[in-house]
């Protein structure tokens, strides 16, 4: 399931920084205001439900994957 996983990362990955530029713009009030978080959060749901027969993606979420900014 690593593979599958790390697609979907490789795919959130293109939604980060777009979701980030949303969120600094300070229009939002929440996260989930933002466009692009039904993208992210759709991509943290996957892994979820890929991680419970892999195990080492636990805890993504789409707040904690912008973690950095």
Not at 24 to 39: A, H, R, V
């Amino acid at each position: 399931m690593d593979h599958l996983i790390d697609y979907i990362l490789d795919y959130m990955y293109a939604d980060k920084e777009d979701f980030i530029n949303e969120w600094k713009s300070g229009k939002y009030k929440k996260l989930s205001d933002c466009p692009t978080f039904p993208y992210v959060k759709a991509c943290c749901d996957a892994i979820t439900i890929f991680n419970r027969l892999d195990g080492r993606y636990s805890g993504i979420t789409p707040a904690s994957f912008i973690a950095d900014i």
